[in-house]
């Protein structure tokens, strides 16, 4: 038996190999730990995410950069400890521009895998939105920065026959980018390059024509995982109590593209038993415009990207108890937030400028008193007003969006599946 | 690409060497290069004005050369002369006292050909507060190699029992206990040992270094050759931060005449005699590189990436071999330690913090300059002594320390109160806390190496949540926020920028509560978030309006 | 001159384009409809945004574009990426291009589906003095449980077939480039044929057909109402296979003008841009596509199930041929250019679709793995497929290294943009002009002609309650005079 010794994980004591990787330890000893950049034989250890914080001897450290040494007393979980963590994947997600829902990798991608493992339903840091390159003039690859999260694993681990790094970080601080080398990064052969996509955690390295995830249901992350549930039945209304009043439901959608609320109705028959419990107030499927009566819950599909967005949401925020955000859009932009990085003169412009046969030549953007004016960029909900429910997904599984719903109105416990915690 | 070749790299590596140092051009930056520093002292003193006159007298704006190439002007981090601003380096040349004037003349001057060397700035010493001889340390009378004569009598371990004895930590902010450390590295095996000097003086306010390097450097260079008889080492460098560039030809012959006079190189007398070289390394130009590691990183030739604290510098350190990594101050402190005797030291100070420390005071203060203090001083007599009137703030520490409210009269300079690495900047009531910590915020997300989630993101994540607070946008759950996000960054940081980062902001609301009650409690419905709508909808107005031909 | 006093009658919201949509109608001092607007308030940016993505990730991108027919988008968009590989529809595998067509004729169901009974039935079929609160599913539900039912589970076949097929019901992957990314298995072509888990395709068939007998009586119990009902000419464009009949995911571009005759004879889909044009308005964030060669009064055209049926000759399956033969027989003419027919061709259209799907679902091929074809990349690629709501065109250019550069999308309801306008101006003529007082009622109608249309994201448009109005009176200083404000209840205004 090699050389273990003992040492202290959350208050029991395990034999554990001496000089080992904490990471590895740890898990070895049965307890869950988050990694991100970790990758085992890369050394020293990347210590670039900090995703796998635990205490060691009283001290935050980044298990991954820490061996077991004796008389070591660890500990991974406080409720601090798990805020801190999932605070750097919030960090991560608010850093970048990570659209899950147009990405190849998603479903197989660490960065997503670790969101939905960590419960992130809505990142706490407003998403910064920085103009990120994807260079396209690698011979076998495209670097999608605005994915990259800068774990340095293919900096330290891509190298071609004679040695000569392909990857390097330049410039500092926020402006920290992963170059790659545009004369070595030909001689990488296919399954070089093919191995960078992969020991790449997100989508940031995609090597041409090979980059298409697996099918929807195939992917990493649609099976089923160690601390998720299984899949269930239907989703089933509770039966209505004699004499209690209808809960009133209002529902809009904002900047979104309506299927939330197509996600919504997906309760298929249901609906029929939901409707006696629930009535619907201002919504696209009442077109009350007014509220004429205090409504218990929203739900709020899309984000604000006009002035008429913003003057709904406050009205909604105004009538209504409870705001629950539905889907990326209304969480924190969605997909449209993808207009962010560009000046809106840009986008205007391209629609209506260089449309194609313009009459005239005349550029006339849309101005006019019955038409909303356009903001900035386009922004979560919890920008504007207090949001006290987030559903993520693109569009989230209607399973899902009745659990909270039925939770909300009624205080059903729930327990969400793997299979309905997504961000695409 | 020839450096690629030359070193058997790949061009990528090269080029992430070259693009983390901030001097580093890879355009032509200009035959006369102009950088202006963004220190808050700076912004206080008027360098608004002094760039609109940089910018009118050379035709170049901030960030390019002019259309000639003539004139490069751009913005750089505090270059330690803040008791001078609004100070610019030109060609690494210091210009102090800068005025709209000035400026013009200074460009007419370099148009016409004078070089920047003959047109540059005096510094003076600048020494506004000493101690009466019992007490005074640093600044006494000094002739060279007066610290080295007692070695002639002591062991390389009795030198090392005077610096234990005399208690002296560290100046560079870490107050590590030097004698341990020197000890430490003296008990590490091997003969490949190094010393390094930290000059990379790079939090903003603190110049005290550069005093040292220019008035007594050499004291500096005994207290290494100290460092180097007490623990074996034979090699060492003085790593100086690029902006003090013009510092060098002073060093350099300073040093030559410690080689002239045999206190350097082979055979240095002293009970046992020993050799010692030192190197002066420049720097490019980055404020992480004042961090040890990733001092020793970028002395190697890497990026100055700080790295992953396996090992101390003591036990492995640069080039992997046991290093002692000291302030500038410290070591000219450890001279004095050897010269004045180590219990003579130890008797000044206080209980925990022995000794004196020399405070590098600038802002709003009629005498900013060095101030040597015994510590236990109060932090109103350093007030008092500088003229400041009508305080508000004063900045211990630089940005990384504490901001504390002026009015707390019972401060002092000690170990579990002001715990002062050198800088004390002063605010008087007419300034506005929050830019001055929103200064604080960009200075660090630029000067963040970007390797750690938490200080590459975390710093810019504040720097945006400042601005919305600057535009009056703050909500009252932005405290709680405020506390929440700087303990993940604290906690899950690599090094101690990431660490420090928010330090002055967390202490600004603790010590000013009723200035951000104004910022945080502004909010009547705490559902309906502020939300500058107008602001936001102007691009799109703008846009309109161009088309339409009314802008 | 004297100055008019015009009266302003906003009706917000209305339909909606990914959003809402809101109807402003001007009164002159007689009381006549002036002018009438339909204005889409939304603007999102996407032809801007695609620029530098990579050209393979389009597809999943687009059909955020809507979430009632991403698949719409998913496959047009799919179509051109085929294009940008060297491909064209016939080139990708059987397999690959049977399952394409299941997928998009199971959405064009279950879109249809949703918009006749979850939106136009209440219209439809319940009484004409049913009060406003009871104008909706709800009030279906109340009338008539079963064919609500029905309806809700029409739905869902169509929506099972997409998750079949592309991995979830809203925004899944089928396409790849040059092909598809799954493949279907026995056990799924099983689940949508036994009838076990959910009604089968048989029983699709079948309630179509109930359905259509309904909409048959309808028509021919109010026929004077829809014959005359927002009756106005215009063109219309639809995609036709190579014998002229009716197709929906591959064909070519056919348009006639009112009484019929051919504007655009059968041209290649992907030769638009030959001949359509595009025009903007200071009211509006929609444009205004029409033929180049007719110019903008007279080049626009209808399109969706009215359009289809318009220029098709017949349809390629049997039942579906044969409510369409009893369509035009009963509409005396064809083209037919009254709004309220949209109704019974979308119904002709589902059944069709059904047919369809029933035929593929029984085919062996769809069931093989053979998925994808490779071919050289090319610089440009455009696709069209017939959405349920029209003609949809994707274009892209990317460059050789795969970066998108160029992008026009010309939506469906783009196409409709100008007929929905008629639409309003006509109903609002016709309805409103030289009243005494508005109703409610009065307004709802301009709703109904609106609906007709099924826009983009119909979802929005039902009323439980009443149609929400504001009105504002200006004199002609544009002084408000009055301001009334109706919610939820029947009085009138004035």
């Known amino acids: 038996m090699a050389n273990t010794i003992p040492i202290i994980i959350n208050g029991k004591t395990v034999q554990a190999q001496a000089g080992q990787n904490l990471v590895d330890a740890i898990r070895d000893a049965g307890t869950f730990i988050p990694s991100l950049c970790y990758y085992e034989h890369i050394q020293p250890p990347l210590g670039t995410c900090r995703v796998c914080t635990v205490l060691v001897n009283g001290k935050p450290t980044a298990a991954c950069t820490a061996k077991v040494r004796p008389g070591q007393k660890i500990v991974t979980h406080t409720q601090e400890l798990e805020d801190v963590r999932k605070g750097m994947v919030e960090m991560l997600f608010a850093e970048g521009n990570h659209f899950c829902p147009a990405c190849e990798k998603s479903g197989d991608c660490d960065l997503q895998g670790l969101g939905y493992r960590l419960g992130m339903e809505a990142s706490r840091f407003p998403r910064l939105f920085v103009n990120r390159l994807i260079d396209y003039r690698p011979e076998r690859m495209v670097i999608d920065h605005n994915r990259c999260i800068r774990c340095r694993r293919c900096v330290e681990e891509v190298v071609t026959e004679d040695g000569k790094a392909v990857f390097s970080f330049v410039n500092r601080g926020k402006d920290t980018r992963v170059d790659i080398d545009y004369d070595e990064e030909p001689k990488l052969t296919e399954t070089e390059a093919m191995r960078a996509m992969h020991i790449c955690p997100v989508g940031a390295i995609l090597v041409r024509g090979k980059s298409m995830a697996r099918p929807v249901g195939e992917r990493k992350y649609d099976q089923p995982a160690q601390g998720w549930e299984k899949a269930e039945g239907p989703i089933e209304v509770p039966k209505p109590r004699p004499g209690a009043p209808k809960k009133v439901v209002a529902t809009t959608s904002l900047a979104g593209c309506f299927g939330c609320h197509m996600s919504l109705l997906d309760i298929d028959e249901e609906i029929l038993d939901a409707i006696e419990l629930v009535e619907f107030n201002r919504s696209p499927l009442t077109d009350i415009k007014q509220f004429d009566r205090r409504c218990d819950v929203a739900i709020i599909e899309g984000g604000c990207c006009n002035s008429e967005n913003v003057e709904v949401l406050r009205a909604f925020r105004e009538n209504c108890d409870i705001l629950i955000a539905v889907g990326e859009c209304a969480i924190w932009g969605g997909l449209p937030a993808m207009r962010n990085v560009i000046p809106i003169e840009e986008c205007l412009l391209e629609s209506y400028g260089r449309t194609m046969n313009l009459e005239d030549g005349q550029v006339v953007i849309p101005h006019h008193e019955d038409l909303p004016e356009l903001l900035d960029q386009v922004y979560g909900c919890q920008e504007i007003v207090r949001i006290d429910h987030f559903i993520p997904g693109c569009p989230p599984d209607a399973r899902h969006i009745w659990k909270i719903l039925k939770h909300v109105l009624f205080g059903e416990a729930y327990v969400l599946t793997h299979e309905e915690f997504k961000y695409d | ?551 | 001159m004297p100055e008019q006093k015009t009266t302003k009658i906003t009706i917000d919201p209305v339909t909606r384009v990914e959003g809402h949509g809101r109807v402003t109608l001007h009164l002159n001092e007689q009381g006549e409809v002036s002018d009438a607007r339909f204005h889409i308030v939304e603007f999102r940016g996407f032809e801007r945004f695609i620029q530098g993505h990579p050209y393979w990730e389009v597809p999943v991108l687009v059909q955020r574009l809507c979430g009632i027919c991403p698949v719409s988008h998913h496959l047009a968009a799919a179509k051109a990426i085929d294009q940008l590989h060297g491909l064209s529809p016939d080139d990708l595998s059987p397999t690959a291009t049977k399952l394409r067509r299941l997928l998009h004729y199971g959405q064009i169901f279950q879109s249809h589906a949703l918009h006749f009974f979850y939106l136009a039935s209440p219209d439809l079929l319940l009484k004409g003095d049913t009060p406003a609160s009871q104008r909706n599913i709800t009030g279906v539900i109340l009338a008539n449980k079963d064919l609500a039912k029905r309806g809700i589970l029409m739905r869902k076949f169509g929506q099972e077939i997409i998750k079949a097929i592309a991995g979830k019901r809203i925004h899944g992957v089928a396409a790849v480039p040059g092909g598809n990314y799954k493949t279907f298995t026995p056990e799924e072509r099983l689940y949508f044929l036994d009838g076990k888990a959910i009604p089968n395709v048989d029983t699709m068939i079948a309630w179509t057909q109930e359905t259509l007998e309904t909409i048959h009586q309808y028509h021919h119990d109010h026929r004077a109402w829809l014959d005359s009902f927002a009756h106005y000419p215009s063109g219309h464009l639809g995609l036709v296979d190579a014998a002229g009949g009716l197709e929906l995911y591959d064909g070519r571009l056919r348009a006639t003008d009112a009484q019929g005759q051919p504007t655009l004879e059968d041209i290649p889909a992907d030769h638009y841009h030959h001949y359509f044009g595009e025009a903007v308005e200071p009211w509006t964030y929609l444009k205004f596509p029409y033929l180049k060669h007719l110019g903008r009064d007279r080049g626009w055209n209808r399109v969706g199930p009215l359009a289809r049926l318009n220029v098709c000759d017949h349809i390629p399956t049997p039942l579906a041929e044969e409510e369409r033969q009893r369509f035009f027989a009963f509409a005396g003419n064809r083209p037919v250019n009254r709004t309220l027919y949209y109704h019974w061709a979308r119904l002709i259209e589902m059944l069709h679709c059904a047919e369809t799907a029933r035929d593929l679902l029984h085919d062996p091929e769809i069931l093989s793995d053979d998925l994808v074809r490779t071919g050289h990349r090319q610089g440009e690629g455009i696709g069209v497929v017939e959405a349920p709501r029209g003609t949809l065109i994707h274009h892209y250019r990317a460059d050789e290294k795969g970066k998108v550069t160029w992008c026009n999308l010309i939506v469906s309801t783009t196409h409709n943009n100008e007929p929905m306008n008629r639409a309003v101006r006509e109903v609002a003529r016709r309805e409103l002009s030289g009243q005494q007082e508005i109703t409610e009622p009065m307004l709802n109608q301009v709703e109904v002609a609106i609906r007709a249309y099924d826009p983009c994201l119909s979802c929005a448009t039902h009323a439980i309650g009443d149609m929400p109005l504001r009105i504002e009176l200006y004199d002609h200083q544009e002084q408000l005079l009055a301001e009334r404000t109706k919610d939820s209840c029947d009085h009138p205004l004035f």
Request: with cysteine; net charge negative.
């Open chain 2, 1 to 551: 690409m020839q450096l690629a070749r030359q070193y058997d790299l790949s061009w990528v590596e090269v080029e992430g060497v070259a693009s983390f140092y901030h001097f580093f051009h890879r355009e032509p930056a200009g035959r006369y290069t102009i950088y202006l520093n963004n220190s808050i002292t700076a912004e206080h003193s008027g360098m608004a004005d002094v760039k609109a006159a940089f910018e009118e007298a050379t035709g170049a704006r901030l960030g390019q050369t002019d259309p000639t190439g003539t004139f490069g002007l751009y913005e750089t981090a505090c270059i330690g002369l803040s008791d001078l601003e609004p100070a610019a380096l030109i060609n690494f040349q210091p210009f102090t006292q800068l005025t709209p004037q000035k400026v013009k003349a200074l460009v007419w001057q370099l148009r016409r050909g004078v070089p920047p060397e003959l047109l540059a700035d005096e510094i003076p010493q600048h020494i506004q507060h000493s101690l009466p001889p019992e007490q005074a340390v640093l600044l006494r009378p000094f002739e060279p190699g007066q610290s080295l004569e007692p070695l002639l009598q002591l062991s390389p371990t009795e030198a090392l029992e005077q610096i234990e004895a005399s208690g002296l930590r560290g100046m560079g902010g870490a107050f590590f206990p030097v004698g341990t450390k020197w000890r430490l590295c003296r008990e590490q095996p091997g003969d490949e040992k190094y010393i390094l000097c930290n000059a990379d003086e790079g939090e903003p306010g603190t110049f005290k270094d550069r005093m040292l390097l220019q008035y007594l450097p050499e004291l500096v260079i005994e207290g290494m050759i100290h460092a180097a008889y007490t623990t074996g080492a034979q090699e060492g460098w003085i790593y100086l931060r690029g902006e003090y560039r013009w510092l060098l030809p002073g060093l350099k012959a300073a040093l030559a005449h410690y080689y002239a006079s045999g206190w350097l190189g082979a055979e240095i007398p002293a009970q046992e005699p020993f050799r010692f070289d030192i190197h002066i390394q420049l720097g490019a130009g980055a404020y992480v590189c004042g961090e040890e590691t990733a001092m020793m990183n970028s002395l190697e030739g890497l990026r100055g990436e700080p790295r992953v604290r396996t090992y101390f510098p003591v036990e492995r350190g640069f080039r992997q071999k046991p290093t002692v990594i000291n302030n500038v101050e410290t070591f000219a402190a450890a001279a004095r330690v050897i010269e004045l005797g180590g219990d003579h030291f130890a008797s000044l100070g206080t209980s925990q913090l022995k000794g004196t420390r020399l405070l590098s005071v600038a802002g709003d203060c009629t005498h900013p300059g060095i101030y040597e203090i015994e510590w236990g001083t109060p932090l109103a007599d350093v007030l008092d002594w500088a003229g400041a009137e009508s305080s508000m703030a004063v900045q211990i520490s630089g940005p990384s320390g504490e901001c504390v409210n002026a009015s707390y009269s019972h401060r002092r300079f000690d170990w579990d109160d002001l715990r002062c690495g050198g800088a004390v900047t002063i605010f008087n009531e007419e300034r506005d806390l929050l830019r001055i910590l929103h200064n604080f915020a960009r200075f660090f997300t630029n000067e963040s190496c970007g390797v750690c989630t938490p200080c590459r993101a975390g710093n810019f994540i504040f720097s945006r949540k400042l601005d919305k607070l600057s535009k009056g946008l703050g909500r009252a759950d932005d405290y709680v926020e405020i506390q929440n996000w700087s303990n993940i960054m604290r906690q899950t940081s690599r090094c101690g920028l990431g660490r420090a980062a928010t330090n002055a902001l967390l202490s600004a609301i603790e010590n000013f509560p009723g200035y951000f009650a104004g910022y945080f409690g502004k909010q009547d419905n705490k559902l309906k978030h502020p939300f500058a709508l107008d602001e936001a909808l102007q691009d799109y107005r703008n846009a309109v309006g161009r088309t339409l031909g009314n802008e």
